[in-house]
């Protein structure tokens, strides 16, 4: 019982740290722009390294996303300020808000109902929630396309520039 009120605390807001990401000012230089996608792209394994790429795939199934610059994303809404608004990684963030709002509610409801009758053998078993796994999925998967889409650059195999300019030889 005396553990109700942090079990609806954390029901309510969510058990995760917000980590600070800020949006990139309009006015940057293409050196800049450039700059800021290597700082807060994913975390890509270097080619072979089998180990790596099996952490960064458990981490995503975990909900993660590791990004170059160190920040460790918990939550899509936290990329919300390096996309564009209509982006799919945006469109994506937003919906799992909405996923999470619902299953918040519900839970707290449960929670109230479980208080209430004192039949704690009576709470439902955690389900894992597919929809907002999917929904992380492909916002994790989109971000670094989005990212590039807000910051206008290209690439071309390997190499990013900035789309106002041709790509490098």
């Not at 792209?41 to 160190?70: F, K, M, S, Y």
């Not at 078993?125 to 929904?135: C, F, G, S, T, Y």
Request: charge should be neutral.
């Amino acid at each position: 019982m005396k553990y109700a009120a942090f079990l609806v605390a954390v029901l309510v807001t969510g058990c995760y740290a917000q980590v600070p990401v800020r949006a990139p000012r309009r006015t940057l230089t293409a050196v800049e722009r450039i700059a800021i996608f290597q700082a807060y792209r994913p975390v890509a394994a270097p080619p072979g390294d089998v180990r790596t790429q099996l952490l960064l795939i458990q981490r995503r199934r975990e909900g993660i996303l590791d990004l170059a610059n160190g920040t460790v994303i918990h939550d899509p809404s936290q990329l919300l300020p390096l996309v564009p608004r209509g982006s799919v990684t945006a469109m994506a963030a937003r919906r799992i808000a909405d996923v999470r709002e619902s299953e918040r509610v519900l839970a707290g409801i449960v929670l109230a109902g479980v208080m209430v009758t004192q039949c704690w053998d009576c709470l439902p078993a955690p389900v894992e929630d597919r929809e907002a796994a999917a929904l992380t999925e492909l916002a994790y998967q989109s971000f670094e396309q989005d990212l590039k889409a807000r910051l206008y650059l290209c690439s071309d195999a390997t190499l990013v520039f900035p789309c106002e300019s041709p790509p490098p030889p």
